[in-house]
């Protein structure tokens, strides 16, 4: 009799530490995430820290931060332009993205867009051959900085401006001009 007691309590016990305190003995698993996750490159930009912003253009010759538009290309005369030059500052300073304008407000294009003539190729820069997004691309590129460009949507120069369809195939037709760069 004594000898089944001792059996029966033992068994309890063998069942008490299997069954009930079971879970215990692992870690908690990690919630399911919850949607939307941040996609790759939504992440990316929340690690990239610092980026430069080079508003660069005709306002750089008039000392203004908006352009009316009414600004001559020929004012446009960068002497020395080293875009190599700012792409090692971004690098010391261990900066990522290097985002250009492309085109501001005031609509002067940096590069030689075939759409309108406001741009480098009235420009003294190398005689109108200069293309300044080319260079700053091909800087970034050898460099590792990766590229942002800005092409303004308010265009205070060119006469499409405000005529819907008009406007808005010019804009994509200078968009795929750039994404070509
Ligand atoms: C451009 O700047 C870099 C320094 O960042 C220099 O090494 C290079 O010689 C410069 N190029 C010209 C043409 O001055």
């Given at each position: ?29 990690p ?92 420009s ?10 080319k ?31 008009a406007?808005n ?13």
């Amino acid at each position: 009799m004594a000898t089944h007691y001792h059996l029966i309590i033992s068994t309890l016990i063998i069942l008490s530490n299997i069954l009930p305190s079971h879970q215990n003995h692992f870690a908690t698993t990690p919630p399911l995430p919850i949607l939307p996750l941040p996609s790759y490159s939504q992440l990316k930009w929340q690690q990239r820290e610092i980026i430069f912003f080079h508003h660069f253009g005709v306002n750089t010759f008039t000392n203004s931060e908006w352009g009316t538009g009414k600004e001559s290309p020929k004012i446009f005369n960068p002497k020395g332009l080293n875009t190599t030059q700012w792409v090692d500052v971004a690098v010391q300073m261990g900066v990522s993205l290097s985002i250009l304008t492309a085109k501001h407000h005031d609509g002067f294009c940096l590069w030689p867009s075939k759409y309108t003539d406001h741009s480098v190729i009235g420009s003294p820069l190398q005689d109108g051959h200069g293309d300044v997004v080319k260079d700053f691309a091909d800087a970034a590129r050898a460099g590792g900085v990766d590229i942002g460009l800005y092409l303004s949507l308010w265009d205070r120069h060119d006469y499409r401006y405000g005529k819907t369809i008009a406007y808005n195939e010019y804009y994509m037709g200078q968009l795929q001009e750039l994404l070509n760069k």
